[in-house]
């Protein structure tokens, strides 16, 4: 018997936005066992519950029905606070939107994570130039958001999120607002990252994203209906 647990699974999930007759049903049944060191992706149309299911995989949201595990834990089991400190310290967070601080440079946005994720000040700096220096970065660490193109913008936000050195790193679209050539550039650093051992969660609808990464699920009416 394998003794590894998956580094998320997810059993049963039900998620219902609203009440009565206003309440949607986004997800309803969903399963999923992901193993460590996996690019898997997530696809289906717009409004098919991607968002929300990697909201849940984050902690950030609770599961009408069903559970989910992180590495063997049950999120459910644990404290706001508890669910707080695993992501910030064991994950790693990408947005579309790159939800960098426009005022700090790249070197500043991702120092201040690391102070977040509780890593001590000593290793800070070495820690966010070696995430910058990851991501290609490193000649332009202290130019500031607006400075930065697209891609570059981006690749700061992917430095922010696993200069922590995260079990998991959560990537919400993280290509959709760039060409398909620097797309497929953010793709290879998620190589990197799981050749590293991370694992890698991204939602996408780019088609040549789908024949890159190790897995795909697809989304439809609330259940997954293609499995790997
Ligand atoms: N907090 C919420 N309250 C009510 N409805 C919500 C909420 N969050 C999401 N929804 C609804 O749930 C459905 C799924 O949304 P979700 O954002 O997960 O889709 P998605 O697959 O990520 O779509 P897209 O590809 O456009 O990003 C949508 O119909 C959306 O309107
Ligand atoms: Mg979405």
Redesign the pocket.
Known sequence: MDATPPMIRADGIKRV??RGTAA?T?LDGVDLSIAPGRLVAFK??????????INLLAALDRPDEGTISFAGRELGGLSERERGDLRRKEMGLVFQSFALFPLMSAYENVEFLLRIAGVPAKDRKDAAAEALGQVGLKARMHHRPFEMSGGEQQRTAIARAIAHRPKLLLA??PTAELDSRTGLQIIKVFRDLVQQGMTVIL?T?DPAIMDIVDQVYE?EDGRIVAMP
């Not at 289906?44 to 299911?53: F, V, Y």
Request: glycine share 22%.
């Open positions: 936005f609203g949607v986004v289906g149309r717009s409004g098919s519950g991607k968002t929300t299911l919400d679209e939602t609808h989304l």
